[in-house]
């Protein structure tokens, strides 16, 4: 299935437990269609959303709101059923909101160009937590829920591990030469994999996050601008040429590309509820929504490379290293820079 969203669309979500998918765009949109197996999409919402791009989406609360981050700085939640706003923070960052991701049921975490990630706490209605972890933006991140602690990747070439019950960056990698552009938890905890700027793969053992553990260059010199787990040996890549690639870990190969969105760059994956679907964005600016299935067939038995790499970190502690203080890498900023506002005040959710 195919979806014209007529503009250049930033993100991408699934309804946690219903055929909806919505769509964040370029020119501050929020879209949100009905999709199934035999019938065309239908287009439920298109909300001018923000006065700048709509970089972020998500459903929240179970899926009665849609989040929205924009680089105009205010974070939106918007009602699925009537389109009506729910609640507007026109400061929630001193600069373009560039990431959201789900925590916990009542928890959002929410990163900006600056390299600043703030939680918001749905219950008691306020920003709970802030870490300034980056240099650069932030350009994804993944929640741990078993030990409370959020991954984030940055234009600076670092991931973080940030506590949300200590409430500090615990720990920080080394600057890679390359910007990580995304994050998946993978092999039952033991390993974080990023992708980069140039294609690369960095793969950090968990507990020992200075330095990465192997590195797997057969997708270069495509950056992976997405990365989907899609269980804990195999990750979906979306890359810059276009192709979305069925990608082993430990042992690290291509399986097989799986499909071709377009010539142009993907920008973001996501899973439909039910695992039936895979959708992907790219600037060809279309929202196409695949049949997993007929993409993963056969896949088991076909591998395009064979760089197999043994896996000697098994159960390593959990270590937390401080942070050190650490000059600034030479990134390329991500286009369209927010605004520099005041400080966020803390009466998000208010209204929720």
Not at 36 to 64: M, W
Not at 77 to 105: P, Q
Request: hydrophobic share 35%.
């Amino acid at each position: 299935m195919e979806i014209n969203l007529g503009k250049l669309p930033f993100d991408v979500d699934f309804h946690p437990s219903s055929s909806l998918v919505t769509a964040g765009l370029i020119n501050g949109d929020l879209h949100l269609y009905r999709y199934a197996a035999d019938s065309q999409p239908q287009r439920l919402l298109e909300i001018h959303a923000h006065s700048e791009s709509c970089r972020a989406v998500r459903f929240i609360d179970g899926g009665r709101a849609i989040l929205t981050g924009s680089p105009d700085c205010s974070i939106l939640a918007t009602d699925v059923e009537t389109g009506s706003v729910i609640a507007r923070l026109e400061d929630a960052h001193e600069a373009a909101v560039n990431r959201l991701v789900n925590l916990t049921e009542t928890t959002i975490a929410s990163g900006d160009d600056d390299g600043c990630i703030k939680v918001w706490d749905t219950r008691r209605r306020s920003c709970c937590n802030s870490f300034d972890a980056h240099e650069e933006y932030i350009s994804d991140m993944t929640f741990a829920s078993d030990s409370m602690k959020l991954l984030a990747t940055s234009g600076d070439g670092t991931l973080s591990v940030c506590s949300l019950r200590r409430n500090k960056v615990l720990t920080q990698s080394e600057f890679s030469e390359d910007e990580l552009l995304s994050v998946v938890i993978m092999k039952n905890g033991r390993k974080v994999v990023c992708g980069t700027q140039t294609g690369t793969l960095l793969l950090y053992s968990w507990g020992h996050f200075k330095d990465c553990s192997d590195r797997f260059i057969n997708l270069c010199p495509n950056s992976v601008d997405a990365l989907l787990k899609l269980d804990e040996d195999r990750v979906i890549t979306g890359s810059e040429n276009g192709l979305i690639s069925l990608v082993g870990i430990l042992p690290n190969r291509v399986i097989q590309p799986i499909a071709e969105h377009s010539e142009y760059p993907v920008e973001r994956l996501a899973f439909s509820h039910d695992r039936k679907f895979l959708g992907s964005i790219s600037h060809d600016q279309m929202l196409k929504l695949w049949d997993l299935g007929d993409l993963l067939e056969g896949s088991g038995d076909t591998q395009k490379s064979h760089v197999d790499v043994s896996d000697s970190d098994s159960g390593e502690m959990d270590v937390d290293i401080e942070p050190q203080e650490s000059s600034k890498g030479a990134t390329r900023k991500r286009a369209n820079k927010g605004k520099t506002l005041q400080s966020a005040p803390s009466s998000f959710f208010a209204d929720l």
